[in-house]
């Protein structure tokens, strides 16, 4: 994901090792600055003063274009990464998000990603940085007396095992944490998207304590973490400082026996602090690494899933147009989430073009899955699809949900302006096409009361809205593509009476010319379809007309339209 940016790194880590050669020159100029009084020298003070001065102008400049570059090439990086995971994402099968909560998909595509833009900005190159220190550090230290640093040295090997060994746990107890932040993200936003059912329930409470134990499972996880990062903290600053301590006792040692020159010895120290305070900012830094890579886990588990086929393009231009033959042969479907549960059994069912399918039948019989094979959500387990009279899985899925439309029982609507969710049914529609297409679905009446017009925000789902509106906006989108295949799941089933007739009305109207599929359980809404099938427990039971499907004796259909009638 880095592309273009690649020269940013390099240029990065050009200024990155610069920014480190400064600072590592200031502990050998002030050590030469105090020797200049030791050898009473005092001809080179002003000139050691000015190269100082210089070197830390130098290191300034160095700074500033190492953060800017690492931010840059960060920024556009992980704008790349988030582009191509929520590309992914939404590119991923029904399988996969019926498996998953929008909760964690949306703590990943968030806090996670946050989470490795702050190690990519700061943590990396401040960790390399540190390591440079401590490499240079050594290296200066051997040059100036190998006797005190192999003193110092003798540490590193219990610390480097301790670093791993922690590095593990971390890395483990930061995941969880991630993991715990998601569920509480889940939380809060079936809550808020449920918010009337809370408080219809009068549930504040019930939802206050689950989010309360959510919250407290991450403060557990988290403050375990904590302990491990502070211990191996502790533990590295202990054994580092503690051997700082005993190297400068040694040197002072060997500079009374005239082994060492003070000027030296200053340096040897400044020197010793640097390599003790890099390594103990490598434990934070590695520490956070390690988080960082639980998150890139996390992250790059969406990027693992395999996505459908689709053919992802700007603007749908010379889209492939079926007729609207549609023939299910012999299907059988189970849900990969439910193997020990067959919904729908041998399923044969014709529709010609232009022809009205009612389905019909209790619920959990499988009429919305049968609409989800239709719209190649799944594929059948058994037996095929054929649309035009080929296999479905000969088209692309692209190609042919271009040719489908859906007008559901609840209707989503984008929280933009009531032009923007119409013409999510054709994004490149022109405000002429728009217009009609609201016109032809019933829709221009309410939306001409609203000051704004076509303008007006519909709110969060469309909440500005009543029931019928969102149908009648759902409408217009489905005219505005100009399907070949319609499907009606549930269409005006939480309609009142006056909205039904309003909505079923602009449904007449868009059903003209096309094969329609429409699942309902308000039998009086199908009476004129072609064709009523019956499904029950996953197999068709019934097919035919209303009045062929009324004249069987101890028919289902017949038995569920007399009760609704009984009811009414």
């Not at 790194?9 to 009084?37: E, S």
């Not at 040692?253 to 030296?264: H, T, V, W």
């Amino acid at each position: 994901y880095i592309g273009e940016h690649r020269w940013n790194v390099w240029l990065g880590l050009f200024f990155l090792i610069l920014t480190g050669g400064t600072a590592l020159l200031f502990p050998m100029m002030l050590g030469n600055l105090i020797k200049t009084i030791e050898q009473k020298d005092f001809s080179k003070i002003n000139d050691i003063g000015i190269y100082l001065i210089i070197v830390l102008s130098l290191q300034s400049v160095f700074s500033y274009f190492r953060i800017y570059l690492f931010v840059n090439y960060t920024e556009n990086t992980l704008a790349k990464l988030r582009q191509a995971v929520y590309s992914h994402l939404i590119k991923l099968p029904m399988s996969y998000f019926v498996q998953q909560r929008v909760g964690d998909l949306n703590s990943r595509m968030s806090a996670d990603i946050s989470q490795i833009q702050d190690t990519l900005t700061t943590t990396i190159a401040e960790f390399l940085r540190q390591f440079m220190l401590v490499i240079g550090g050594v290296i200066l230290l051997l040059y100036i007396s190998p006797k005190l640093t192999l003193m110092m040295l003798a540490i590193v090997p219990v610390v480097a095992v301790a670093a791993v060994v922690f590095g593990r746990f971390i890395r483990k107890t930061s995941k969880e944490v991630q993991e715990r932040i998601a569920e509480s993200n889940t939380v809060i936003e079936e809550t808020l998207q449920g918010i009337a059912n809370v408080k219809a329930f009068a549930n504040e409470f019930f939802e206050n304590a689950r989010y309360r134990k959510s919250t407290e499972e991450i403060v557990k996880n988290a403050i375990k973490g904590g302990k491990y990062r502070g211990g191996f903290a502790s533990f590295i600053i202990f054994c580092l400082f503690g051997s700082i301590v005993a190297v400068i006792w040694y040197g002072v040692f060997l500079a009374s026996q005239n082994q060492l020159l003070i000027g030296d010895l200053i340096s040897f120290i400044l020197y010793s602090a640097f390599v003790g305070a890099s390594f103990g900012g490598i434990a934070e830094l590695y520490a956070q690494i390690q988080k960082a890579i639980g998150s890139v886990e996390r992250v790059f588990e969406i990027l693992d899933e395999q996505p459908e086929a689709l053919d992802i393009v700007s603007e749908q231009t010379n889209i492939v147009r079926v007729e609207g033959n549609v023939r299910f042969e012999n299907v059988a479907f189970t849900y990969p989430s439910r193997k020990e549960i067959q919904v729908l059994k041998n399923i044969t069912l014709t529709a010609k073009k232009g022809e009205t399918v009612a389905v019909v039948g209790p619920s959990g019989s499988g009429k919305s899955t049968l609409i989800s094979l239709l719209l190649r959500f799944y594929d059948p387990e058994k037996g095929i699809l054929y649309i035009d009279d080929k296999d479905a899985k000969s088209y692309s899925l692209t190609a042919l949900r271009n040719n489908m439309a859906i007008v559901p029982q609840d209707v989503l609507l984008f929280g933009g302006t009531i032009r923007e969710n119409i013409a999510y049914g054709k994004p490149n529609a022109t405000i002429a096409e728009i217009a009609e297409a609201a016109r032809k679905a019933n829709a221009v009446e309410f939306i001409d009361t609203f000051p704004e017009k076509f303008e007006t925000i519909v709110g969060e789902r469309g909440i500005k809205l009543s029931g019928g509106q969102r149908q009648r906006i759902a409408i217009a989108r489905a005219v505005l593509k100009d399907p070949s295949i319609l499907i009606l799941d549930e269409a005006t089933s939480s309609l009142d009476s006056e909205s039904e007739r309003v909505v079923q009305e602009a449904l007449d109207k868009l059903m003209v010319g096309r094969t329609s599929f429409v699942i309902a359980h308000r039998l009086s809404t199908i009476r004129k379809a072609d064709k009523i099938v019956v499904i029950d427990k996953g197999a068709v039971r019934e097919v035919g007309t209303h009045e062929e499907l009324m004249l069987l004796d101890n028919g289902m259909y017949r038995s569920l339209s007399n009760l609704q009638m009984q009811l009414a």
